[in-house]
């Protein structure tokens, strides 16, 4: 029951860049075209990026200019960087080097001495795409989780067998009410 809710849960993203699982505004959850009243906003880049130094700066700078329905600058700012296990050493690089990761400069790590992911990143271990990367928003209104019933188990013994029957149900599902609320790159998969 809890890895069956951990891969419903990452499906949201592992689905996330497919037109086949749209949002209400019709676009999937990453997406170049999330309509608002005076045009498109894009919360992924147009082309697949790896993560690397340049591609999560673009993604701050992308994240700080998210505009609201009617088109103002909706003040956002990323919180985590959530990876698949196959990226934990280049966010440990990324975001743990007090000089640039990426030469022999001794330049500074402009996204440690910034605080630009204040809480860092995290592994899961259920993004089925390697090369998959997001980031998360302090965007309101985001990520959902509704549960409608709590996870219960109930046994009885078979009479005829003497078998012990198990059971065990829940119900609930997981959705996204602002695409504001992340901001990814990744192929579909």
Partial sequence: MEQTKEI?????????????YPLG???????????????????????????????????????????DQAG?????????????????????????????????????NAMVSMSMIPDGFTVNQFLTNPDGWFVLTDATNGFKHYQRKAYDTDTFKDF?????????????SFNCSNFRAIYGSGNLN
């Fill in 25 to 67: 505004d019709g676009q999937p959850l990453l997406s170049t075209k999330h309509p608002i009243d005076t045009g498109v906003v894009a919360n992924c880049p147009a082309i697949p990026a790896d993560l690397n130094e340049a591609s999560l700066e673009q993604a701050m700078i992308a994240i700080q200019q998210f505009k």
């Fill in 160 to 172: 005829m067998t003497d078998n012990l029957i198990a059971k065990a149900t829940e119900r609930y």
């Fill in 72 to 108: 103002l600058i909706q003040m956002t700012s990323a919180r985590k960087l959530l990876i698949p296990p196959q990226l934990q050493f280049v966010a440990e690089r990324l975001l743990k080097s007090a000089y640039s990761p990426e030469n022999a400069n001794n330049a500074v």
């Fill in 8 to 20: 419903l849960g990452a499906s949201l993203l592992n689905n996330g860049f497919n037109p086949l």
